[in-house]
């Protein structure tokens, strides 16, 4: 049972590791974060200066390139289920008001 999810899984999760995460869009930087969050990637923001995030720009999105590993999940010690991490991606905002 355990290769047959893990087969399963694998070439989905090698799809979205493997997707390009979406250019900086114009617009505020929270659109973009809130943009990329419900493609279903995992969020990390870098930033350089104080302003608040609504007078922030993006100066870069870049996907972290790590492999994704499966995870084993044991929810009710019968059944062991393998989850994929969600891809990883980074924002890079210029935050100098």
Known sequence: MKKFIA???L???ALLALAAPAAAQPG???TTINGLEAQGFDV???RVGSAPL???TVTDVRNSGRP???IPFDDDDINVFTVL????VTVS???QG
């Not at 991490?85 to 990883?88: A, E, F, I, Q, S």
């Open 93 to 95: 905002l210029n935050c």
């Open 11 to 13: 070439p989905a999760g």
């Open 44 to 46: 990390r923001i870098t």
């Open 54 to 56: 609504d007078a922030c």
């Open 85 to 88: 991490p969600k891809p990883k």
């Open 68 to 70: 994704a590993q499966l």
């Open 7 to 9: 087969a399963t899984i």
């Open 28 to 30: 505020s930087a929270a």
